[in-house]
Structure formats: structure tokens, C-alpha cells
């Protein structure tokens, strides 16, 4: 028997490579998986590949789903602008049901390959206060997952892995550079121009500098200025 | 206020079109989402609009989803056959997930609507062994639905709808004759033709055709053959 299989959602961000680096570690066989939502920071799946890349994976697969058809979000619609001070509740950058999609599509690859384990970068510290980043979310769609598949129904259990859920921007920093991530290649910003340099201001951009600061590692990210 | 807005997954097929007839019946103002997933048999999509058309929607959406880029169903992999004799067990036809991802998907655009209905035509009597297909899994969805959003969070509890759940394809029939449903516009055949013709033989076409000799309704599908 073979290594054992994993999905990891990698969105080309640095939460989504330090979850990669932390798959590969445990020995899983690594299966990738990116998603082309129509997510106006289209650098951020270039630079999915880059990581996968770097850190090596079995495969690699990028869906394309038409969430921006259905707008709603800062992320997936031009006429709603991108924050750059701090906001109140949960922000217009939030992408409805983002998550769910993301670990349904997940869910559905894990039963093709017989993989039991999803990892995704699901944070509840810096979570902008989006819903779909909360453990008691992560743990009712891994209920759900057991009855929906059919590997559920012969008793072998989907587990949902969220490595990074009660760390800070700054921990999730020193985990990933212990595992020689290399968070240049990475691009977290919600309006990164064309060539993946960030515009230092939205809110994902301050979370990650602050995050590099605190961690006391030497911030890699290209700004626009 | 206007009407109560619900989101309805409409395949092309005779349940969905009956679900379809049943949501607007309640007087709901209804938003018809259907999937394009890579399904070989595309006049489904077809019979969608045909049935939409007919029935009326505020609104209908076709989401593109790559499920036929993971393979592992007849369903979407030309690989694999449609099977023409009963199978034991789930069948090859059954795609991995699916109505997970079909319901985050009517989740999505729940959200971005306000809407807090989403019906869809899952079946608990003939559901092919099916996972997804059953009460336990919906009751499931519904807990993490509530978790997964925005309007959840703010204490508007999102209702999936399973109005076909407990009944026979006999029953449904007449349920949909009854609401004026014209079943000749709808595609059920795993394998139709261009032209939405029916094989008469898959697993689809059997349970279709008994249910409209059990119900004494004439049967208007075109077959193949």
C-alpha cells in the first residue's frame, strides 16, 4: 500500500502553501487543488502553480467555477470596490459560500481518488470575520461529508484538516518558513496587478505584513509601491 | 415586501420539473439554477430552459462546473458505460458529490439573493443508492448551511426543500399532471440523443417509464427506439 492520499486547496496565497508544506510533511501524497472562481486577482493562480510546483504534489488541478456569474463579492465583482481601511462585520470581500464550494469540489476528487483527508487554510484568528473560516463550520460540513459520499456509507471517514486555524498570520509565517516555504512565491493580495505585486493596502496586505513583522522574518513580498 | 425568494436546482429531468411546479405553486418567486458538469447527456440543459420557460422564473442561471475533469462517473467520463440491466449497489452512474456541490452552489446564490428557500428534486425511494439522495444527508446540509453563512449568522435559517423525498416516480408524476407539468419537455435518460431522445433501457429511462405505467398517466417520452 501506497502513501495516503490528500486534497489540499491551494489558492497561491501564503495560508494555502504553508497548509501544502504541512500535507507534505506528513507524508500524505499531495493532489492539489485551485480553483478559477473569477476572482478578480487572477495572479493569485499563477502563483498556485509556482507553489505546487516548488513543493511537489502528485497532481495538480485547477476548476473553473463560475461564481462571479452570481457576484455578491468585492472579490468576483468589478462594480464593488475593495476595501482599504479596516471595516466593521463581515466585509464586502467576502465571497458567499466560498468555502463550501471549495471543500464540496474538494469532497468530490477525495471520493474519485479514494483520498479520506482534505487540508485548506481555514483561519480563526485572522479570519475577517467570514463565517466559513470557523471550526464549528468546518466541523458540521465534515458530518455532511460522511453521509453525502459514498466512501461515508462503507465507513471510511473524510477527515477535514485546518492546520492553521488557531494560528496567528506571525505563527503560520514561522511554520511554514521552518518547512523552507518560500513566501515570495506567494500572492495574497485581494488586488494584485498583473505581475503579482500587491498593493500593500486591502485588507489581506495588512494582515501579511503584520504577519512577516511580528514573526521578525524578512517580509519577500513585491509591492506595487 | 414581495414574495418569499427560493432557489431551485432544475436539471431538465421529470423531478426537478415537478419541484420546479411545486416552488411556484407555494407562490415563491423562484430562481432556477441548473449545472452544466460536464454531463454527457446535454440536452438535460435543454429541457432546462424548455421547462423554465414554461413554468416561469424570475430568473435562471447555468453554472459551468469541470466535475467531468475528475472523471469517475459514466456520467461525465466516456470511459465508463451506462449499464442497461440493474446493478447491485451505487451504480457507476453516481457522481461523486454532486448534490453537495449543486446545493453550496444554490447556497452561493441563496446568499447573494437573500433568498432562504433552495428546493431540489432528491428522492429517497428510487434513488439508484445514491448517498447524497437521502434525508440524513439533507438534514446534514441544512446544519452546516446555517454555519457556512452570512445570513446564517445573522439568525436567517436557510430551508432545503425535498418535496419529492418520500414519493414514488408514480406519485410524482401525478403530483406534477396535477400542477400541469408537461413531462414531454423533459430529458431523464442517461444517455438521450441531440434531440433529447430517450434509450428506453438505462436505470434513468426504467424508473421513468414504470412510474407513468404505475401512475396511469400516458407516457410523452420520445424514445430512441
Not at 462594480?79 to 466560498?98: L, S
Not at 471510511?156 to 496567528?168: C, G, N, Q
Request: proline letters at 3%; glycine letters at 10%.
Amino acid at each position: 500500500m501506497g502513501n495516503k492520499k490528500a486534497i489540499v486547496l491551494v489558492s497561491g496565497g501564503l495560508d494555502s502553501a504553508t497548509v501544502l508544506a504541512i500535507a507534505k510533511a506528513s507524508g500524505a501524497e499531495c493532489y492539489a487543488l485551485s480553483f478559477d472562481y473569477g476572482q478578480l486577482h487572477g495572479s493569485e493562480l499563477k502563483a498556485a502553480k509556482r507553489v505546487v510546483k516548488a513543493i511537489g504534489v502528485a497532481s495538480h488541478q485547477t476548476l473553473h467555477i463560475d461564481l462571479g456569474k452570481l457576484g455578491g463579492s468585492a472579490l468576483t465583482d468589478k462594480k464593488i470596490a475593495v476595501p482599504e481601511t479596516e471595516t466593521q462585520g463581515i466585509p464586502v470581500t467576502y465571497v458567499p459560500a466560498r468555502n463550501t464550494v471549495f471543500l464540496s469540489l474538494a469532497l468530490a476528487w477525495a471520493e474519485i481518488l479514494n483520498a479520506t483527508d482534505i487540508y485548506i487554510g481555514v483561519n480563526a484568528v485572522d479570519f475577517s470575520g467570514y463565517p466559513d473560516c470557523r471550526p464549528e463550520f468546518i466541523e458540521a460540513f465534515q458530518k455532511m461529508a460522511a453521509l453525502a459520499t459514498k466512501a461515508g456509507t462503507e465507513g471510511a471517514e473524510i477527515s477535514i484538516h485546518t492546520p492553521l486555524i488557531h494560528l496567528t498570520k506571525a505563527e503560520i509565517i514561522k511554520k511554514g518558513k521552518a518547512l523552507g516555504v518560500d513566501y515570495g512565491m506567494t500572492v495574497t493580495c485581494y488586488q494584485a496587478d498583473k505581475k503579482g505585486r500587491a498593493c500593500g493596502k486591502c485588507e489581506s496586505c495588512r494582515l501579511r505584513k503584520n504577519g512577516f513583522q511580528e514573526a521578525g522574518v524578512d517580509d519577500p513580498t513585491r509591492y506595487v509601491c
